[in-house]
């Protein structure tokens, strides 16, 4: 009976570890699920409920609120949207705007956080926090202000180029009245405007990163290079670049998404969704569902390629990360 007793026991104890074990397994599952039901609630239902309107033709409001059945299409929004060469234009636009607004911001912001690093602390310090003024600006409010910036009559802008001599601005210009001028009328002057409020807003986000970044850096290895003969283009090149490179990667992707998502500034700016010449991916996909007549479907769809253009870049980078570190 004793031994019957001692087996019972010793059993007991053996289980009791592993079911200690199997709750802090389950644990951080527990504590991450509400997180997750937010995410699901606020993302992917939303995405789930994009996805499935591209599947449908929707082409007015009652079919939304379900007075009206959805006639499905399947697959058919997609093809017509691919074979727009409208599409092919607003894609061109979206792909070349992208790729100057990470160019110009990755550059800036880089070379801001370089000169964040070399400041004292107090002027640094307050340096960022200016800089840090535009990242905090809505999206909103500062493209307001930059459409009042170049405001053809009151603006800024206008205000400078009548300001210069006539004889000046005749020369480099071919004109010495400026009010009145549409700086948001040409295609290419409304990117070139576009990209400066974009790259102003974006550029704080890039230096502040670079500079966490570069606090990581050991200072001794920019000391022995210095040392050994190196300027300030080798030591960023050979030590700085390298060290940093993930941080790089992921500041590139997180711009990449950012400048193919822009939407607020371009809808401001253009004043609405008139100006066809400029549209991007995320005003088109807006354009085609809410202007009239409605397209809701067909704007699911081109929301649907969005979304899909940015997981195709975004596992790029990932599958380069793992090859990266399976290297070292």
Not at 21 to 38: A, G, T
Not at 91 to 104: E, I, K, Q, S
Not at 186 to 194: E, G, H, K
Request: proline fraction near 6%.
């Amino acid at each position: 009976m004793s031994t019957l007793t001692e087996r019972t026991r010793t059993d007991a104890a053996r289980k009791t570890p592993a079911r200690r074990r199997s709750r802090v397994d389950r644990l951080p599952y527990l504590l991450l699920l509400p997180c997750l039901v937010v995410i699901g609630v606020l993302l992917l239902w939303p995405l789930g409920q994009v996805v499935t309107m591209s599947f449908f033709r929707l082409d007015n409001v009652r079919q939304l609120r379900g007075d009206r059945e959805w006639p499905f299409v399947g697959l058919a929004n997609y093809p017509q949207i691919l074979g727009d060469p409208f599409f092919r234009t607003v894609l061109r636009n979206t792909v070349l705007f992208a790729a100057a607004n990470v160019l110009l911001t990755m550059v800036l912001g880089t070379l801001v956080g370089l000169l964040l690093h070399r400041l004292g602390r107090k002027m640094a310090t307050f340096v960022a926090g200016c800089v840090m003024l535009a990242w905090a600006t809505p999206a909103l409010t500062g493209t307001i202000v930059w459409k009042w910036i170049f405001d053809d009559t009151s603006g800024l802008v206008t205000w400078a180029f009548n300001a210069l001599p006539d004889g000046l601005s005749q020369a480099l210009f071919g004109r010495t009245d400026w009010s009145g001028y549409g700086w948001f009328n040409s295609p290419l002057l409304f990117f070139a405007i576009l990209t400066l409020v974009v790259v102003w807003h974006s550029f704080p986000f890039i230096a502040v990163s670079v500079l966490a970044g570069l606090k990581s850096v050991p200072s001794e290895l920019h000391e022995a290079a210095r040392v050994d003969g190196a300027g300030p283009w080798t030591v960023f090149w050979k030590i700085t670049f390298p060290l940093l490179r993930p941080v790089f990667g992921i500041l590139v992707v997180l711009s990449t998404i950012w400048d193919f998502k822009v939407f607020t500034q371009q809808f401001v700016l253009a004043g609405g969704t008139q100006d066809r010449p400029t549209f991007m991916l995320a005003i088109y996909s807006y354009a085609e569902a809410f202007s009239p007549p409605p397209r809701y479907g067909v704007g699911s769809a081109i929301a649907v390629i969005l979304t899909l253009i940015l997981l195709l870049v975004t596992g790029l980078y990932v599958r380069m990360v793992l090859r990266q570190e399976d290297e070292s």
